[in-house]
């Protein structure tokens, strides 16, 4: 809620142009790390964010799929992002983090190395995804922002998750 | 009132709500297929309940306000306002009646001709178009309709389904005007009714107290909280985790309330939930008095355990196919009373329902007495479908014929009645029981009746479950499933052996396909094991064997670890994982962890078993078991040489054992502290060497509180087999050998061993044989065919000082007394070939010189006719064949009783 005030109020201040066509202008992305890659999720969608969790393993599951784990009594499908976007596992990145998100009344976290910030970007520096894009990553994305010294690639969630089976 | 009734109020009055409302959308919309077909269809359901109720008033006004639906909805007939108005006439009226049903249980007398005649008007087009108010005095010649005369008759005849050949001409009959035309009695009514055609507001208003009574309540609303209080469940037990390791806080008082409160409130939504099955049953006498009606036969409904309660989700999944069952034996099962009559059996059938918890299931049964499954008719029903061929066909036993039953499109019935034999009936219902976690047995025997036993869960949220640890994971299994646990290790004889890579086990008298759970996972460090070196490698203290079974189809889960059962909240796994069969749904443990719950049917895939309930039948194996008299229960173990050895597991007391270190020396002998109390220990061979330190099985044998252990080496199994002694004989110690199992089996003289521990060990009854002074001159002739039974009984006999003579069989016997030798006893078994006991001692007292020496029968199986019997043809007395305390101590009273007798006459 914050993070939408805060959006509100920087398009008054800082694009008092933008501000005639409404709050259209700017969107809200909660910022991950993967790779060093950065990613956006509509901030919207996130529900949670976890520290490293006690995660169940799911024997036959696609590789994609963690495990389950429990969030507050519900039972929660965890999603290695990594291999959906067909990254390698690094030693490094082993501090995991996840984003919890709901999908079709079900929740599912996502495992990523680090949460970065909620980021109000501007419509106009959106792009739509390149044509060189991996298709892999061209299935789960959005779209990119262009951002100062970054660009961000927007997870299309729901994709995502029906990328696993 | 009948609970029937009331249930029927309350559904009837939330229906006529519904109509209501949809009567005034379709006024507005009277082009709207929907609704009219949703109208259609809820009229359509108040007449048929109307009918099964015998409700003949009710019924005959909704029949014909159907009528008109009918034809508004095949569009024959276009809605009008003064249709509709006419069909809320025919509401008012339903609802005016079901008023005076509320008040009374009864339908209240009244004549709705008038009504009927104006609604029949309109579905026959006969009515003019501006009549929308007919004066029923003007036209009184229309009026009467024979069926409206007659609503007692009419009422109770079977509606026929629209699909049913003879639907159109019942239709015919019943609707055109008689030609002859009767003034009907009350000719009041045409005002009421007239006066109704003002929109009876107040009417509608007015609710029923009986649907006020209970509240309706959406499932889901039970569900959410069922899940809420799942969850409340959980965090308490969190929190008293938390506060048992910190005492002594502030926190305890409160958290014991809390405690108790959830307890409680976890209880009453469990009870919200609860109905009793009779609920379920309810309707039953009913259809089983209508189905008899119909079917010409005499079926006797019995009911019992209709208190017993269960989840209503549970409830509603088996009320259909319980009433598609007891249907079914009724129609198939039930003969004609005449058929029943000619086989000796009571013309009046039954039928019986009963219902009981059984560790934490709940058992339905569903028996009856009559003609059970035809097994040719199945076999050839299997061959037409091409399920098996005739060879297969060949090996199945009856009872996996039967099973086929359980398949779609199988029905043998020779007709298709209105009642059941469409084929699309039993393997529904399997697939609906078994939907919940239930299992269906069916048991059948030609000619005296079928059992079907349901066993489903309780409930369907909260289930029992055994939490099982492969390659580090941790997996719920239902208890429901699980028949039992095996333990393999070293001590343990039960090996997994392997078939080209397929482990099976030897469970008692069959083999046990069997599964490594790590292996049909795929688990991350699960081991791949195709043989018996693999076995080897593994860790031989952690494996266990969980017996599953689906159906009849048992199979073994070999797992790493077995926990404790805990109760679970089943919660559906999430979508990304729906095709994952081996899963039926994950939960969260008391500790917090998620576990996911196998779903054995989908093991039992996996391990290549397909078709579940073609399977060897057990319970039927183990019935047949208990039904042949002439099987002995023997106890293999392995003691020295290779051969395995056999005793009667019946005179085995218990199973034990020891750590050859514990054992002692008293006077020379090895002796055992073993219940506070010595007991002498006997090594089955005297090489054995006691000095080991090892384990060793110990075969416990007690008398008169005197307890004795025989050493082996291992105990391998236990068998029911037909005891054949093939070779007598020759050592001490063996009776002789046998083939169990395929395998040349000694048959251990227990009474030797005995005897070298204690020479009296036989003695100490307190029944020293008569006349001390002669022991040994008491001469008993035992007669019985089985070897088996003349080696374990002799040594007894002579052990106790008789002199025993033996003979195979009574004729040989009868020849031995004719030849002039004295016997004081003779013990002869009843069941023999070429002569029985019966007839061996008719003929026997039918001598002089035999009509009083005191005969004693000897049987397996003691019938009271049996004892009458033998006392009749002059046995005097009735003895168990392996009681043998009661046989010895028989002999010497009727011997002490023979010498008073003559004492007093001398």
Known sequence: ?165 | MDDLITEFLTETNESLGELDLDLVKLEQNPNDKDLLSNIFRLMHTIKGTCGFLGLPRLEKVAHHAENIMGRFRDGELEVTPEYVTLIFESLDCIKDIMSAIEDTGEEPAGDDSDLIERLDAVYEGRDVKTDNAPEPANEPEQEPVSSALEPDEHGFTPTLAPSHPDYHKQQQAEEPPQPEQEPVAEASPPKEEVKDEEPPAEKVEKTSAVAAQSLRVNVDVLEDLMTMVSELVLTRNQLLQTARHNKETEFEAPLQRLNHVVSELQEGVMKTRMQPIGNAWSKLPRIIRDLSMELGKKIDLKMTGQDTELDRQVLEMIKDPLTHMVRNSADHGIEMPDERAATGKPETGSIWLNAYHEGGHIIIEIKDDGKGLNTEKIKEKILNNGLATAEELEAMSAQQIHQHVFKAGFSTAEKVTAVSGRGVGMDVVRTNIEKIGGSIELLSKEGEGSTFSIKIPLTLAIVSALIVEAAAEKFAIPQLVVRELVLLNEKSDNKVEFIKGSPVLRLRDQLLPLVYLDNVLSLQGGKSVESEEDVESLDPENQYIVVTQIGAYLFGIIVDKVFDTEEIVVKPVAGVLKEIEMFSGNTILGDGSVIMILDPAGIAKASGELEAGESRDTEQEELEASIASDKTSLLLFKAGDTAPKAVPLSLVARLEEIKLTDIEYSDDKAVIQYRDELMALIPFYPSMDLNADARKPVLVFTDNGRSMGLIIDSILDIVDIVIDVQLQGTTPGLMGSAIIDGKATDIVDIGHYLRSHNKDWFKTHGDEPYGEKDAGSTRILLVDDSPFFRNMLTPLLKVAGYNVTTMESAVDALKVCESGERFDMIISDIEMPEMDGFEFAEKLRASNDWKDTPLLALSSHATPQDIDRGQEVGFSRYIAKFDKDTLLSTINQTLVDISNDTRKMS
């Open chain 1, 1 to 165: 809620m914050s993070a939408e005030a805060s959006g509100f109020l920087e398009t008054n201040t800082d694009d008092a142009k933008d501000n005639a066509t409404g709050m259209n202008t700017r969107k809200e992305y909660l910022s991950i790390h993967i790779n060093d890659q950065m990613f956006g999720i509509p901030i919207l969608q996130v529900q949670d964010v976890l520290g490293e969790q006690k995660i169940t393993q799911i024997p036959l599951a696609s590789s994609a799929i963690a495990g389950s784990l429990n969030l507050r009594g519900r039972i929660v499908t965890a999603i290695d992002v990594r291999k959906c976007l067909g990254l390698p596992r690094t030693e490094t990145t082993s501090k995991d983090m996840s984003v919890v998100v709901e999908h079709n009344g079900e929740l599912y976290s996502l495992i990523i190395d680090s949460i970065g910030d909620v980021l109000s970007l501007k419509i106009k520096d959106f792009e739509k995804n390149p044509a060189t894009l991996d298709p892999l990553w061209r299935d789960i994305s959005q779209g990119i922002f262009r951002l100062e010294n970054n660009l961000l690639v927007v997870l299309d969630i729901p994709k995502l998750l029906s990328t696993i089976h």
